[in-house]
């Protein structure tokens, strides 16, 4: 998500510590049978996302969408393994469902929770095991709330499933948390003449005499939060650059020259994908491109392959540049838990300065020492601990601009070839996978060779301003 228009609300490696909960059941011999997997996955700041004892490989999501009436109905395929015995285990979903089964068996389902779907099959699922779970549902996604939340983007024109920390469960059954990521395949129906526009690549557009179907699948494998649709009136491009192909959609809600503006920002998504891969590595992902609306949206946010964006009418290259830069962190290598948000934030905002610095306006080191410069010690911005900044601070200024900070002083303390050498393996290791902090503190200090314990203390989890020291990156 953007720094400058953020929202103000708020496959895992071996040293992922989030851990689902199961509750075992007794038999009437006192015996423990199967659990039942937990209603959430563990994640400190919202004990209700994801959910125990599973790990989805896929969805395949058909849904019908009526724009006037702004109904959702539809039907998820899910396929998943059982990481546990299991006698039930939980969905995140939003939407009355109609009908479960699994592996073909009618299932039962109930709502403990408004944001929970308990299903309870017909045998137990036993440990690593594989299952095909179908959940049938239909309802209006707007005004539906969680986590204080009312997510839903959409008049009688125009639709956007576009949100973080929390979308999915909006518009499709899943495992909403960024630990267990998947594979999807989309399919939307609209009234005829619509377009849709979704994550990864366009496979096929069938039209009745009512209705057009757009499905859109992604290669690679993604946190719920990034998969997204969006429904109504477009003006569509296509095309490739650097070798990089590509898709960008404006919307026809604004106007001739809004829209002008938008098409031209977007226009340059593949270059600052090839400009970006200079420091980074291979772009991880088959397509790029963007989207922007014509809804009221005060952010952008960085969907898998095609970030959604609001109106681009003015100067928006590091807008563009912070999203696409999401696509490595973030994307490709995923927080494991919400408290570890300033590697998404921070390494996409530094990469911002860094585009600044490759095009010689102005250099990283400098974009610091005028941060750092620019506020006192008492200011409250050094109040936030970026490490654990705590559920409410998630999009705080302090994630992006002090994480970006952290970044430039750990490159001025271990030197530039270090430092290159840390962020490159950091996602060539942990692509398509999950990252904690820890995890990029170990990988800074092998590669260093330094101590960095307290260079991390105080960047990380000292709710104060850094001294200014060459221990912390800043003499």
Do not use: C
């Not at 299903?119 to 095909?132: E, F, K, M």
């Not at 129906?189 to 990864?200: D, L, W």
């Not at 970006?404 to 271990?414: D, F, G, V, Y």
């Amino acid at each position: 998500m953007t720094h400058t228009l953020r929202r103000t609300t708020a496959a895992l490696l071996a040293t992922v510590v989030v851990a689902p909960v199961l509750l075992t059941q007794a038999t009437a011999s006192g015996e423990e049978s199967a659990a039942v997997g937990s209603s959430g996955i563990g994640d400190a700041y919202w004990p209700l996302d994801g959910n125990g004892g599973i790990d989805v490989a896929s969805y395949r999501i058909r849904n019908r969408y009526d724009l006037a009436t702004q109904r959702l109905e539809g039907r998820t395929v899910l396929e998943l393994t059982a990481t546990s015995d299991l006698s039930s285990f939980h969905l995140d979903f939003l939407l009355p469902t109609t009908k479960v089964t699994v592996d073909g068996a009618r299932a039962e389902h109930a709502r403990p929770d408004k944001h929970e779907l308990r299903i309870t099959p017909d045998a137990p699922l036993v440990a690593g095991s594989t299952h095909r779970v179908v959940v049938s549902y239909a309802g209006n996604p707007d005004g539906k709330k969680y986590a204080g939340e009312r997510n839903w983007l959409a008049n009688d024109r125009e639709v956007v499933a576009m949100n973080q920390p929390h979308m999915a469960p909006w518009w499709f059954p899943g495992n909403d948390h960024p630990s267990d990521k998947a594979t999807f395949d989309v399919s939307t129906t609209v009234e005829r003449g619509r377009e849709v526009i979704g994550n990864g690549t366009l496979v096929s557009r069938k039209k009745t005499e009512r209705t057009v179907t757009w499905r859109w699948r992604a290669e690679d494998q993604m946190a719920t939060y990034l998969a997204f649709f969006a429904a109504g009136d477009f003006e569509v491009e296509r095309g490739t650059t650097h070798g990089i192909p590509w898709v960008n959609a404006v919307s026809r809600l604004q106007d001739d020259r809004q829209r002008a503006g938008s098409l031209r920002a977007l226009r340059t998504s593949a270059s600052v994908v090839h400009g970006l891969a200079q420091d980074l590595g291979p772009y991880p992902f088959e397509v790029t491109g963007g989207l922007s609306t014509g809804l009221p949206v005060g952010f952008a946010l960085e969907n898998q392959t095609r970030p959604t964006y609001p109106t681009l009418g003015g100067p928006a290259e590091g807008l563009i540049v912070h999203e696409l830069a999401h696509q490595w962190f973030g994307d490709d290598v995923a927080v494991a838990r919400w408290s570890d948000i300033w590697l998404n934030e921070g390494a996409a905002t530094f990469m911002e300065w860094r585009w600044t610095e490759r095009k010689g306006a102005r250099s990283a080191a400098d974009i610091l020492r005028g941060s750092y410069d620019g506020r006192d010690a008492s200011d409250p911005f050094w109040e936030v601990t970026i490490g654990d900044p705590g559920k409410d601070l998630i999009f705080d200024d302090a994630v992006y601009e002090r994480g970006a900070m952290t970044l430039q002083a750990l490159r001025q303390r271990i030197g530039d070839d270090a430092f290159w050498t840390v962020i490159r393996t950091w996602l060539q290791q942990r692509g398509g996978a999950n990252g904690t902090t820890q995890d990029f503190e170990a990988l800074a200090a092998s590669t260093s060779g330094q101590d960095l314990t307290s260079f991390f203390t105080a960047w990380l989890r000292t709710p104060a301003k850094p001294a200014r020291t060459a221990d912390n990156g800043l003499a």
